[in-house]
T-cell receptor, first 117, second 115 residues
Framework: GAVVSQHPSWVICKSGTSVKIECRSL??????MFWYRQFPKQSLMLMAT?????????EQGVEKDKFLINHASLTLSTLTVTSAHPEDSSFYIC?????????????FGSGTQLSVL | QQQVKQSPQSLIVQKGGISIINCAYE??????FPWYQQFPGKGPALLIA?????SEKKEGRFTISFNKSAKQFSLHIMDSQPGDSATYFC??????????????FGTGTRLLVSP
């Protein structure tokens, strides 16, 4: 099946620094990628939808200036957490659609555990 | 209306038993209902999915039952195995005007299958 690679798998950073998370579709082109956030023992919450070549669409309550999303190519989307604070510590997961839309062909990365000290 | 309610929050089943997880939704615009399995520290993986024109779908030990009138659907895991111990999320999807389909996840069920 299709593979979505997410890097790094975990990162620890100091408060106030920025962290970049990469999401790559390895064997398919993804015009749309999604970014989720998951707190311990909780569900996945959609943060934003990333479209190649255009601005991301953010969900209500998600700060676009804090969570910068760039979808520069059909195989790469990045999420940058700017000026990270301890409350940003969470598990971040990306997903990519192999069919350009159908959720049946939606594949998830392995996630990135962010810990902000 | 965008929520998908999932129960139970946690479940312990003996090896060989049947695990049953239930979900309910309100928005009749949802047209696709997948179940995802997630192991600790990993992203979710699609397990099985159903569309509302079908009342049941079976794939191996996993079965989805769908009740459109009640707006409920459930996952049954037959002959549960310790390797099935994971967190299970139901989800619902609907098409949006940009063309892609947006997933709404349930709150998750932590399943533990005891040996």
């Amino acid at each position: 099946g299709a593979v979505v690679s997410q890097h790094p798998s975990w990162v620890i950073c100091k408060s106030g620094t920025s962290v970049k998370i990469e999401c790559r579709s390895l064997d398919f082109q993804a015009t749309t990628m999604f970014w989720y956030r998951q707190f311990p023992k909780q569900s996945l919450m959609l943060m934003a939808t990333s479209n190649e070549g255009s601005k991301a669409t953010y969900e209500q309550g998600v700060e676009k200036d804090k969570f910068l999303i760039n979808h520069a190519s059909l195989t790469l989307s990045t999420l940058t957490v700017t000026s990270a604070h301890p409350e940003d510590s969470s598990f971040y997961i990306c997903s990519a659609s192999a069919g350009g839309g159908p959720v049946e062909k939606l594949f998830f990365g392995s996630g990135t555990q962010l810990s902000v000290l | 209306q965008q929520q998908v309610k999932q129960s139970p929050q946690s479940l312990i089943v003996q090896k060989g038993g049947i695990s049953i997880i239930n979900c309910a939704y309100e928005n009749t615009a949802f047209d696709y209902f997948p179940w995802y399995q997630q192991f600790p520290g990993k992203g979710p993986a699609l397990l099985i999915a159903i569309r509302p024109d079908v009342s049941e779908k079976k794939e191996g030990r996993f079965t989805i039952s769908f009740n459109k009138s009640a707006k409920q659907f459930s996952l049954h895991i037959m002959d549960s195995q310790p390797g099935d111990s994971a967190t299970y999320f139901c989800a619902a999807s609907m098409s949006v005007n940009t063309g892609f389909q947006k997933l709404v996840f349930g709150t998750g069920t932590r399943l533990l299958v005891s040996p």
